[in-house]
C-alpha cells in the first residue's frame, strides 16, 4: 500500500514545484508571509496599519535601487557603485540645499546620472567588465564625495531639502507613504517596461546571449550604455527617498545598501548570469529584507548577531529560490 | 587558452615569455615609473621608507593574493576583507599580553582557521548553487559580524617580537622582514601548488568548467580548495595587518575587499577566471600603497587617494582591453560563459 501513496505525494510535489517554477514569486510571498506572522507572533500587536507604512517607507529606498540592478543584471552585469551613488546624492542634495530645493534635486540627480553614463561607456564602448567598471567608479565617487564634502562652502549645516523630505518620509492622509507612490510608479515603468517595450526585450536578450544578439544586428552597446545610465539614475533617486527618509545626510549614508541591492535581485530569482528574471521578484525580494531587518530589531538581537543572521538568511533565501525554481543559470 | 598542458621541459622562447608575462611586467613598470617618481619627489628615500611602504602594503599584498587563488578557481569571494578583519581580531585579542610563543600558537591556529572559513564559503557556493558573488557578499556580512562579537571596539595588542616579524630587519634595514615574509610564505605554499596536479587543477576548473569537467578535474574538491586556499591567505593578511598595525579592528577588513580585487585587476588576473598568477597582483599591492604615499609627499589632497585608485583601475584595465596586442583572446572572454556548467 505503501508505494502508492508514497508514488501520489511526490506526484502532487512534482505539481506543486512545477507550478512554483511556472510563478517562482509565489514562493517569495509566502516567505514574506511567513516572516509577517513570525513577527505578529513574536510581538502581538505590532502588525497593523502603521506597521505595514513604516515597513513600505523603509522598504522604498531599497525597492528602487533595486530595480536598478535588477536592469543591470538581466544584462549579465553588476554594478556595485550604486550604494556609493545612493550616498552621493543624499548628500550633495542635502549640501546644495541652501541654494534651494530644484537646484539641489536636480544636482542630485544629475550625479546620479553622471555615474550611470561612466559606467555605460565603460562597460559597452570599452568592454571593461562591469565588476571591474562599477567597483572603480564606486571608489572614484566616494573619494571624490570626500574631497567635496571637505572643500564645499559651508553655507549652514547641511539639510535635507523639504521636498526630499516629503518624498521620503511623507505620508498622505496621514498614512499612505509619499515614496509608495513613487516606488510603485517606478516600478509599474520597470515592470511594463520591460515586459511591453522593444528596449526591454532587448535588455533580456542582451543578457542571455550578447553573441546572437549581435549577429542579429542588435545595437549591444546602445543597450547596455542605457542600462547603466537608467541603473545610476535609479539608485540616484534611491538615495534621495533615503535622505528624506533618515532627514541626515552623512558619508555613509548609503553604504550599507549594497548587499541588500544585490541579494534582493537575486532573492527575487533574477539570475546574477542575465537573461532572466523579473522586477517583481526583486520588488518582493526588497519587502522580504526589509522585513527581516524589523524582526531583528524587534527581537533586539546585537548588532554582531543580526549581521550573522541576515548574511545567513540572504544566503539560505538564494538557496531556497535555486532549489524550488530550478537553477537559476 | 595559454595555460600549459603539457608540462615537458621546452627550450627557452624568449617572444613567448614575454607574451606570456607581458601584464605582469607591465605591473612591475608600473611599481618602477611610480618609485621613480617617488623618488623624484623625496629624493633621500631611505630606509624607514622601505619599511614604512613594505609594512603598509603586506595586508594587501596578502589579500591581493588570496583574491587570486579564488579567482583562478573560477570563482569570486568578497568576503577576504571580513575574514582578514577576524583573523585581526582574534589574534588582537588572543595574544594580547601573552608571550612570543603564545603568539605563534595563536597565529598557528588563526591561518587553520582561516583556511576552514575559505573553504566553508566555497562549499557553501558548492552546495547551494547559488552565485559566487551573492554567496560571499552575504558571507562577508556573516564573518564581519563574527568579528563584532570577537572584539567589539577596537583594541587589543601582540608581543613586541610579535610585531617584529613584520616590521623589524634581520639583515639590513633596506629588506625588512616584511618582505621576506611575504615572499616566503607565498612561495612556500603557492609554488608547490602551481607546480603540482591541483595548480593544474585549479587553473583548468577556472579557465573553463565544463571542459575541464570533461577531461575528468573533480570540479567540487578544486573550487573548495581555490577558496580555502583563499581563506589561508586572508588569515595571513589579517596577521599581516596585527603586525603593521599593533591594534585589532574588528572593521578594519572591510576597504580589503574592494582593493584587493583592484589590486589583482591591476595585476593582470582575469575575473572570467583561469589566467594570472601572484606576481602580479603582489607587485600591483605595492603599487596601490605607494601610490596615495606619493600624494601626502607630493601635497596633494590625500583624500583622493580613492580617487586616484579607482581611476587606476578604470584606465589600466580600458588600455587593456584596448591592446589585443597584449592579450589578444582575453577580450573576448570578458563574457561569462552562458553554458550552465556541473557544479
Same mark, same amino acid.
Given at each position: 500500500m505503501s508505494t502508492p501513496v508514497r508514488g501520489m505525494r511526490s506526484g502532487r510535489w512534482d505539481v506543486l514545484q512545477a507550478q512554483l517554477r511556472e510563478r517562482p514569486s509565489l514562493v517569495l510571498v509566502g516567505v514574506l508571509l511567513v516572516l509577517v506572522l513570525v513577527i505578529g507572533v513574536a510581538r502581538p500587536g505590532t502588525v497593523g496599519g502603521t506597521w505595514v507604512a513604516n515597513t513600505i517607507l523603509f522598504a522604498a529606498p531599497l525597492g528602487i535601487v533595486a530595480a536598478g540592478q535588477t536592469l543591470v543584471m538581466l544584462t549579465g552585469g553588476i554594478d556595485l557603485s550604486v550604494a556609493a551613488v545612493m550616498t552621493a546624492t543624499a548628500y550633495v542634495a542635502a549640501s546644495q540645499s541652501y541654494f534651494g530645493s530644484i537646484r539641489a534635486v536636480?544636482?542630485?540627480?544629475?550625479?546620479? $546620472?553622471a555615474v550611470g553614463v561612466l559606467n555605460g561607456l565603460g562597460v559597452a564602448i570599452f568592454r571593461?567588465?562591469? $565588476?571591474?567598471?562599477?567597483?572603480?567608479?564606486?571608489?572614484?565617487?566616494?573619494?571624490?564625495?570626500?574631497?567635496?564634502?571637505?572643500?564645499?562652502?559651508?553655507?549652514?549645516?547641511?539639510?535635507?531639502?523639504?521636498?526630499? =523630505?516629503?518624498?521620503?518620509?511623507?505620508?498622505?492622509?496621514?498614512?499612505?507613504?509619499?515614496?509608495?507612490?513613487?516606488?510603485?510608479?517606478?516600478?509599474?515603468?520597470?515592470?511594463?517596461?520591460? =515586459?511591453?517595450?522593444?528596449?526591454? =526585450?532587448?535588455?533580456y536578450a542582451v543578457g542571455d546571449n550578447p553573441v546572437a544578439c549581435r549577429l542579429a544586428g542588435v545595437r549591444s552597446w546602445l543597450v547596455l550604455l542605457v542600462t547603466y545610465i537608467l541603473c545610476g539614475f535609479l539608485s540616484g533617486v534611491a538615495g534621495l527617498v533615503l535622505v528624506g527618509a533618515i532627514n541626515a545626510a552623512d558619508l555613509s549614508l548609503g553604504d550599507v545598501y549594497l548587499l541588500p541591492s544585490v541579494a534582493a535581485v537575486v532573492i527575487g530569482g533574477t539570475s546574477i548570469y542575465g537573461g532572466n528574471g523579473g522586477y517583481t521578484g526583486s520588488l518582493l525580494g526588497a519587502l522580504i529584507l526589509t522585513v527581516l531587518s524589523s524582526l531583528f530589531t524587534l527581537l533586539d538581537a546585537p548588532d554582531p548577531l543580526k549581521q550573522i543572521l541576515y548574511g545567513a538568511i540572504v544566503v539560505l533565501l538564494a538557496a531556497l529560490y535555486v532549489r524550488t525554481a530550478g537553477d537559476t543559470r | 587558452m595559454a595555460q600549459p598542458v603539457s608540462r615537458k621541459p621546452r627550450a627557452t622562447n624568449f617572444p613567448r615569455l614575454l607574451r606570456r608575462h607581458a601584464w605582469t611586467l607591465g605591473t612591475f613598470s608600473l611599481f618602477i615609473a611610480v618609485m621613480i617618481f617617488t623618488l623624484s619627489i623625496h629624493p633621500d628615500y631611505g630606509p624607514y621608507e622601505v619599511r614604512s611602504l613594505v609594512v603598509g602594503a603586506l595586508p594587501l599584498a596578502f589579500c591581493a593574493v588570496a583574491q587570486t587563488c579564488v579567482v583562478l578557481g573560477g570563482g569570486i569571494d568578497l568576503s577576504i576583507g571580513a575574514m582578514m578583519a577576524v583573523a585581526n581580531v582574534v589574534a588582537a585579542r588572543y595574544m594580547f599580553h601573552h608571550d612570543f610563543q603564545t603568539a605563534l600558537l595563536v597565529a598557528f591556529l588563526v591561518l587553520i582557521g582561516g583556511t576552514l572559513a575559505g573553504g566553508f564559503n566555497g562549499l557553501i557556493a558548492l552546495r547551494t548553487r547559488v552565485p559566487d558573488i551573492v554567496v560571499t557578499l552575504a558571507m562577508s556580512f556573516v564573518w564581519g559580524g563574527v568579528a563584532l562579537l570577537i572584539l567589539p571596539r577596537p583594541g587589543g595588542g601582540a608581543p613586541d617580537a610579535f610585531m617584529e616579524i613584520a616590521s623589524g630587519n634581520l639583515f639590513t634595514p633596506w629588506l625588512p622582514n616584511g618582505l621576506i615574509l611575504l615572499v616566503g610564505v607565498v612561495a612556500l605554499v603557492w609554488i608547490? /601548488?602551481?607546480?603540482?596536479? /591541483?595548480?593544474?587543477?585549479?587553473?583548468?576548473?577556472?579557465s573553463d568548467r565544463t571542459a575541464a569537467f570533461r577531461r575528468g578535474v573533480r570540479i567540487g574538491p578544486t573550487r573548495v580548495f581555490s577558496y580555502g586556499l583563499g581563506g589561508f591567505f586572508a588569515a595571513c593578511g589579517g596577521l599581516a595587518l596585527m603586525m603593521s598595525t599593533g591594534i585589532g579592528s574588528p572593521l578594519a577588513g572591510t576597504i580589503y575587499t574592494l582593493s584587493g580585487v583592484s589590486a589583482i585587476v591591476l595585476g593582470g588576473v582575469s575575473l572570467a577566471g583561469g589566467r594570472g598568477g601572484v606576481v602580479g597582483p603582489i607587485v600591483a599591492a605595492f603599487v596601490l600603497t605607494l601610490v596615495p604615499a606619493d600624494l601626502i609627499l607630493s601635497g596633494t589632497d590625500p583624500n583622493l587617494g580613492q580617487v586616484i585608485q579607482g581611476s587606476l583601475i578604470v584606465l589600466v584595465v580600458m588600455a587593456g582591453g584596448l591592446a589585443p596586442l597584449l592579450r589578444s583572446r582575453v577580450t573576448r572572454k570578458t563574457e561569462e560563459p552562458t553554458v550552465s556548467a556541473p557544479a
Open positions: 536636480l544636482l542630485a540627480l544629475a550625479v546620479g $546620472l571593461v567588465q562591469p $565588476l571591474i567598471m562599477t567597483l572603480g567608479t564606486g571608489l572614484v565617487i566616494a573619494g571624490s564625495l570626500l574631497v567635496y564634502s571637505l572643500n564645499v562652502s559651508h553655507q549652514g549645516p547641511p539639510a535635507v531639502p523639504d521636498i526630499v =523630505r516629503f518624498i521620503g518620509a511623507g505620508k498622505l492622509l496621514g498614512i499612505i507613504p509619499v515614496s509608495a507612490f513613487l516606488w510603485g510608479a517606478l516600478a509599474l515603468i520597470v515592470i511594463v517596461g520591460l =515586459r511591453q517595450t522593444g528596449y526591454g =526585450r532587448l535588455i | 608547490p /601548488i602551481k607546480l603540482g596536479r /591541483i595548480g593544474l587543477a585549479l587553473y583548468a576548473v577556472g
